[in-house]
């Protein structure tokens, strides 16, 4: 069964705080992506990655930064919090060759 | 630009009446057009990929159809645990990214 997990439900930071998000999956995918999701806008893509160490900009990567070192987990940076991220972060993967992808359960962050 | 617009934006139905969402897609060279749930405060829990126009799949009281402009999620006698956001999302051949709609919002009252 497919399996991605957020390492937070719900976190509080404060203004100019670094912020890590985590996300994994036990699937064995290649490809991952981080989304913000908020009112009215839909799902923005931060970055994604095609695999290990690979990483490229979504539509939206200002403030942001990512990492990944190893297949089954890749992290989405703040770099210095701003009131403007508070939003709903959804990580998902992907195989590759593969169309589909399978989401985590979001992590919701305030900054306040 | 590949495009998806979901239609309506929000819907209220009664338990047991059946409806359609829909799903408009200009994306060049469909490679997967998907449908996902997504409840409140939660991630998008995938449900169904189609990947030619004709295809037809179904879950439970859900059936995804599609055809070369536009897909269509039918709801046969919903339940009020059937309410959430569904959303669509459309991937093009040239790229790795899918495009999502901006969601439906189904409540189906008891």
């Known amino acids: 069964d497919v399996k991605v997990t957020q390492s937070s439900r719900y976190l509080v930071k404060r203004t100019g705080e670094k912020v890590f998000l985590e996300c994994v999956q036990d699937m064995d995918h290649e490809n991952m992506f981080w989304y913000r999701q908020d009112p009215g806008l839909g799902l923005r893509l931060i970055y994604f990655s095609y695999d290990v160490k690979m990483k490229e900009k979504g539509d939206i990567p200002e403030g942001y930064s990512v990492s990944r070192e190893k297949k089954e987990r890749f992290s989405l940076i703040l770099e210095s919090a701003s009131t403007n991220q508070t939003s709903m972060y959804l990580c998902?993967?992907?195989?590759?060759?593969?169309?589909?992808?399978?989401f985590g359960p979001g992590t919701r962050l305030l900054v306040l | 630009e590949d495009q998806v617009t979901q239609s309506p934006e929000a819907l209220r139905l009664q338990e047991g009446e059946s409806s359609s969402l829909n799903c408009s897609y200009t994306v060049s060279g469909l490679r997967g057009l998907f449908w996902y749930r997504q409840d409140p405060g939660k991630g998008p829990e995938f449900l169904f990929t189609?990947?030619?126009a004709g295809e037809e799949k179904e879950k439970e009281r859900l059936k995804a159809t599609l055809t070369k402009k536009e897909s269509f999620l039918h709801i046969t006698a919903p339940k009020p645990e059937d309410s959430a956001t569904y959303l669509c999302a459309g991937l093009s051949g040239g790229s790795y990214i899918p495009t999502f709609g901006r969601g439906t919002s189904l409540i189906v009252h008891p």
């Open positions: 998902a993967s992907r195989v590759l060759g593969r169309e589909t992808q399978y």
């Open positions: 189609l990947y030619s």
